[in-house]
T-cell receptor, first 109, second 115 residues
Framework: TQLLEQSPQFLSIQEGENLTVYCNSS?????LQWYRQEPGEGPVLLVT?????EVKKLKRLTFQFGDARKDSSLHITAAQPGDTGLYLC?????????FGTGTSLTVIP | EAEVAQSPRYKITEKSQAVAFWCDPI?????LYWYRQILGQGPELLVQ????????DSQLPKDRFSAERLKGVDSTLKIQPAELGDSAMYLC?????????????FGPGTRLTVL
């Protein structure tokens, strides 16, 4: 059983469509991060959310931390081919740092 | 811009052989992480160092894997003997202090193939 479950696992959409990726857990976290990873490279941090109910926007990306700080969502508006990649949520509990199961997004031109 | 360096980028080895990966973190970063990533999945933490000390290695298969960061700067991850199931991407990351909100900066990884 994974600490951070992401859905969907795979997503293929047309350019211009909107999408939402979910990150769920039964654990409560003090903060949660979202990373994006492109093929052949390491993950790159997109955002850190720390307050329950917090919403952060990064251009066309909107991140929300659940009120109970157990889950998070990433919404992309008008997806572009450059958004293609593996999206990962991540959080720390105790001494251990965990990444989610990942959502592989493909945006078709 | 400072980057995390890893070498080699690719490694092909036969099972039962020994392999070693090297990581040089961003200068001044106290925390260093080694992850293993299967294609299409999220990275799995193998070991975390704070300076030269191991903070967490609970997911490191200690019968065959070892990691060291002797001077608290660069680090080496070793596998001996390698098994077919070890084929994966091995990522190194560093951060300033290792807190939950700290940004981890990742290297390009070493892709290991065990034949």
């Amino acid at each position: 059983t994974q600490l951070l479950e992401q859905s969907p696992q795979f997503l293929s959409i047309q350019e211009g469509e909107n999408l939402t990726v979910y990150c769920n857990s039964s654990s409560v976290f003090s903060s949660l991060q979202w990373y994006r990873q492109e093929p052949g490279e390491g993950p790159v941090l997109l955002v850190t959310v720390v307050t329950g109910g917090e919403v952060k926007k990064l251009k066309r990306l909107t991140f929300q931390f659940g009120d109970a700080r157990k889950d998070s969502s990433l919404h992309i508006t008008a997806a572009q081919p450059g958004d293609t990649g593996l999206y990962l949520c991540a959080a720390r509990t105790g001494n251990q740092f965990y990444f989610g199961t990942g959502t592989s997004l493909t945006v078709i031109p | 811009e400072a980057e995390v360096a890893q070498s080699p980028r690719y490694k092909i080895t036969e099972k039962s052989q020994a392999v070693a990966f090297w990581c040089d973190p961003i200068s001044g970063h106290a925390t260093l992480y080694w992850y293993r990533q299967i294609l299409g999945q999220g990275p799995e933490l193998l070991v975390q160092f704070q300076d030269e000390s191991v903070v967490d290695d609970s997911q490191l298969p200690k019968d065959r894997f070892s990691a060291e960061r002797l001077k608290g700067v660069d680090s080496t991850l070793k596998i001996q003997p390698a098994e077919l199931g070890d084929s994966a991407m091995y990522l190194c990351a560093s951060s300033l202090v290792g807190s939950a909100t700290d940004t981890q900066y990742f290297g390009p990884g070493t892709r290991l193939t065990v034949l």
